[in-house]
């Protein structure tokens, strides 16, 4: 079994329709802001607004490298690859196609994490794309040999 390196993924700031974290490399370094549609109970999912469940314990979830038509190579998030297909399911719902990719607010989302340089805590919107730093880095994890993983956790609304 390969060792893991585990990237963290601390939300903490919720206001209407949006999520902002912050990521956190396997050494534990700041790394970049992430942006996410709202957080939903347990069990509850509305197709492309709704950010994937915070995983609890020693869960995490998969990182892997796949071709998007959209977005070219970029980092996906899954729990299991069925036929090219890759699935996140946990907390009592399902995602498909779940990526780590730039955009400036939850409009840009559908799910998926956007990574960015800044934030903006009023707007409630992120600029500066970390989508090619966060893909190389994984990639260079992945050619060492370890298993990438993202962990993520709900915070308290920061003040």
């Known amino acids: ?14 206001r209407g329709p949006t999520t902002l974290g912050e ?7 700041y790394y970049c802001y992430t942006l996410e549609d709202v957080v939903r109970a347990y069990g509850i999912k509305d197709k492309n607004r709704t ?5 609890e314990g020693d869960f995490t979830y998969k990182l892997a490298i796949r071709n998007s038509p959209k977005f070219g190579e970029v980092v996906v998030i899954y729990t299991r690859e069925e036929n090219g297909i890759y699935y996140l399911e946990y907390g009592g719902i399902s995602f498909t196609q779940i990526l780590f990719h ?3 607010d939850e409009e840009d989302s559908s799910g998926c994490i956007l990574g960015n340089k800044t934030r903006n ?21 992945i050619a060492e040999g370890f298993e990438p ?11």
């Open 102 to 104: 730039g955009g400036n």
């Open 23 to 29: 990521m956190y490399d396997p050494e534990g370094c």
């Open 1 to 14: 079994m390969k060792e893991q390196k585990i990237f963290e993924l601390k939300r903490d700031v919720y």
């Open 149 to 159: 993983r993202l962990r993520v956790t709900n915070l308290p609304q920061a003040a």
């Open 51 to 55: 950010a994937i469940p915070a995983t």
């Open 121 to 141: 805590v009023k707007n409630m919107t992120a600029q500066g794309s970390m989508k090619v730093d966060f893909k190389n880095k994984v990639k260079a994890l």
